[in-house]
């Protein structure tokens, strides 16, 4: 490790230097990825930086210990330096854990209803209420890329465009199956009634990810409808695109330029096809590990939400949060950095035994 940290130091002074030089700036390429790479190794040099401060600490209360008038001091100064050298030590052994090279894309989120009929409908358009609600509170910016709706407000199915920094690796492990448990409002006599949503979370693909072939595609178009089969507009403005060789089909309704339409799908279609491929390698290079908490199957039961007893509870990791409330209005940070502490610890645990 200590090999490792020399070459990533050296890089990290060596970006420094170029950026001082006036000659980068004559390149928006070039100072993009310098810039880039100096925010991810960032975090590895300062946590280096504060290591050897901590082991100078640690020495200099080691030098002291001889002195008696000093020596209980230089025992609690040495015991504080040693245990933050602990603490930094494992926090550096997560900074060199290898990188998910998609967790600075944006996502295209996709919920739809399960179970539940109209209450799943209901609670779907929840979870994507929760998602925006996240993503404002992040600074991120969502697009809504198509939504197909119910006459009582819920949602059959929909996809949204987030766009932010890191909104992959905050949103990556979404994915899956979630349950509601609560008394709907469709229903008179009270009961609780167990529904559910399916969300899943890609990581958006550009052009250069995907080739795509024209001949590939069947495109059709039709006329946009909203809740109840009204027509939204008189013209076939809505698009549905089928990819003949593996037949995803996407369709988006959502805007009345049929252009506009037709761009919305291909990059919905172009993050499945991109999605598919990333699950087929994953599968290929880790099929003797599941990981606990990254396996991204979207029939996996994930999180049930229990409204008669205000709990939020992740099935993955075991975490049960009492304030539904908060959760429902976006506060996800104690959830979500609770799942990216499990899936670090689970892959230094896979680096230790592998």
């Known amino acids: 490790m200590r090999e490792k940290l020399k070459e990533l130091i050296l890089r990290y002074e060596d970006l420094q230097a170029q950026l001082a030089d ?15 790479e100096l925010k991810d190794l960032a975090p590895v040099a300062e ?14 209360a080691e030098d002291l210990l001889s002195d008696p008038e000093l020596r209980e ?41 399960g179970v539940g009929g109209e209450e799943g409908a209901l609670f779907a358009a929840a979870i994507l209420r929760m998602y925006t609600m996240y993503a404002q509170r992040r ?35 979404e994915s899956g199956v979630h349950r509601v448990q609560r008394v709907p409002v469709t229903e008179s006599s009270g009961r609780i009634q167990t529904s559910a949503a399916t969300v899943a979370v890609l990581p958006e693909a550009e052009e250069v990810d995907v080739a795509i072939d024209p001949k590939d595609l069947q495109i059709d178009t039709y006329r946009s409808s909203g809740a109840g089969g009204q027509h939204v507009n008189k013209t076939e403005s809505a698009i549905r695109i089928t990819h003949l060789p593996t037949g995803l089909v996407v369709e988006c309704q959502d805007e ?8 919305k799908a291909m990059r919905v279609l172009r993050s499945r096809l991109y999605d598919m491929e990333r ?19 979207r029939s996996e039961r994930i999180r049930t939400y229990n409204f008669p007893q205000g709990r939020v509870t992740d099935h993955r990791i075991g975490l049960t949060l009492y304030k539904i409330d908060a959760v429902m209005d976006g506060d996800l940070d104690e959830l979500v950095d609770a ?13 230790e035994t592998g």
């Open 47 to 60: 946590a280096c930086r504060a290591y050897e401060q901590a082991a100078a600490a640690a020495a200099a």
């Open 22 to 36: 006036p000659s980068v700036y004559a390149d928006a390429g070039r100072l993009r990825d310098v810039n880039r």
């Open 279 to 297: 699950e087929r390698q994953a599968a290929a290079t880790a099929a003797e590990r599941r990981s606990q908490v990254g396996s991204g199957d």
């Open 73 to 113: 001091l230089a025992q609690e100064e040495r015991a504080a330096a040693r245990a933050e050298m602990d603490r930094l030590r494992e926090e550096i052994r997560v900074l060199l854990l290898p990188k998910d090279p998609n967790d600075q894309r944006s996502v295209i989120l996709e919920v739809r209803s």
């Open 139 to 173: 600074g991120w910016r969502t697009e809504m890329l198509n939504l197909n709706e119910t006459e009582l407000g819920g949602i059959k199915e929909c996809s949204v465009l987030i766009e932010g920094e890191g909104v992959w690796s905050r949103l990556k492990f």
């Open 256 to 263: 009345r330029s049929q252009y506009k339409n037709k761009d």
């Open 339 to 351: 799942l990216v502490t499990a899936d670090q610890a689970e892959k230094l645990k896979a680096g």
